[in-house]
């Protein structure tokens, strides 16, 4: 099969001055794709900013011929988001790509957690990862084409100590893909979500040297390159790190029709073992599909 490329593509990155968000900018740039490389440049909890982290990855990108442009707006501020998607409107006439990749960390026990670590979390995770999404979805709408991919996280999907804040925000940016799947299909608006594990400063300290070497964001990038082709699936959770790449789903298990029984709560603990029995559980595409399962239960099926 061909290569994938993005010649004549316009995409944004978002948080994309270092870390994971660099290396996607880059890699999507090396394959023609005009990028418009979004950076904070504040610090891992938040706090600062300046707009040089994402105009040294422009030049980066620049150096080995490619075409890209710098900016330095919270992806939590609406102004500097509306500009955002301004500049690459203006440079390129489009947006085919948005990669919501830009995030921060307050990690602490719910005892120690203050409400505005838990809000500035939600703040920079869920609403800019929606914000940016609502700025550019009309276009890609409009376009017949867009590839959007979140970034998420294991601490969401299973859980991390002391990260309460992060892993509900991370949830979040799913529940916003698998309804933007749907809202999306007709017009070639596809979203997905990466999961990555990558030694970058988020990371820094967690796990040994030797471990954290093995972790390069260039193992994480290729499947958010894939995300972002014309091949790319929708509503897909893809796991990523060290060279390992994997699916991520949510499975319902087949349970059981209680009928009246579902009226008691000890009828509820005493088919426990059928309830959550694995045989014919399924990964749902639309919640509706939970619904029609009950039905279906409840008509004997
Ligand atoms: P990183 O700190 O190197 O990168 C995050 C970037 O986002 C930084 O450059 C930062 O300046 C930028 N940023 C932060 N707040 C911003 C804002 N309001 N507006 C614009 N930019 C902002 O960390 P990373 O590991 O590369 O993280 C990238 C993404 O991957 C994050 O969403 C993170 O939660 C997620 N993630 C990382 C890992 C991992 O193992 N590194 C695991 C799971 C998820």
Redesign the pocket.
């Known amino acids: 099969m061909a290569d994938i490329r993005f010649d004549g593509k316009v995409a944004i990155v ?2 994309a ?5 660099r290396q996607h900018a880059l890699e999507l740039a090396r394959r023609g794709a005009k990028v418009v490389v ?5 610090s ?1 909890d ?1 706090s600062g900013g300046s707009s040089e ?1 994402a105009q040294k990855v422009v030049e980066e990108i620049k150096a080995f011929g490619g075409e890209a442009i710098a900016n330095g ?4 501020d609406d102004t500097g988001v509306a500009n955002m998607v301004k500049q690459a409107m203006d440079a390129w006439g489009r947006i085919d790509i948005l990669i919501a ?4 960390l307050r990690d602490k026990t719910l005892t120690k957690m203050e409400l505005a670590d838990f809000e500035l979390v939600m703040q ?2 869920v609403f ?1 990862t929606f914000k940016p999404i609502k700025a550019v979805w009309d276009i890609m709408k409009a376009q017949n084409y867009g590839r959007i991919v979140v ?5 969401g999907m299973y859980g991390n100590f002391g990260q309460s804040n ?1 892993g509900a925000a ?1 949830m979040a940016v799913l529940g916003l893909m698998n309804t933007l799947k749907l809202e999306g299909a007709k017009n070639d608006v596809k979203i997905n979500a990466i ?9 820094e300290g967690l796990m040994p040297p030797e471990v954290l070497a093995k972790l390069a ?1 260039e193992y994480v990038t290729p499947g958010v390159v894939y995300l972002c082709s014309e091949e790319a699936p929708t509503g897909a959770i893809l796991t990523a ?1 060290a060279g390992a790449f994997a699916l991520s789903r949510i499975y319902e298990t087949e349970g059981v029709y209680l009928g009246e029984g579902g009226l008691s709560a000890e009828e509820v603990r005493d088919n426990w073992d059928q309830i959550t029995a694995e045989a014919g559980q399924k990964a749902y595409f639309n919640g509706g599909e939970q619904g029609q399962k009950f039905f279906r239960k409840m008509a004997g099926g």
């Open positions: 978002t948080g001055g270092g870390g994971l968000g979004n950076d904070l440049g504040g891992v938040g982290a707006s919270s992806v939590t990749n830009a995030g921060i920079v995770h800019g970034t998420t996280s294991s601490s992060y991370k999961s990555p594990v990558a030694a970058t400063r988020m990371t964001p790190g």
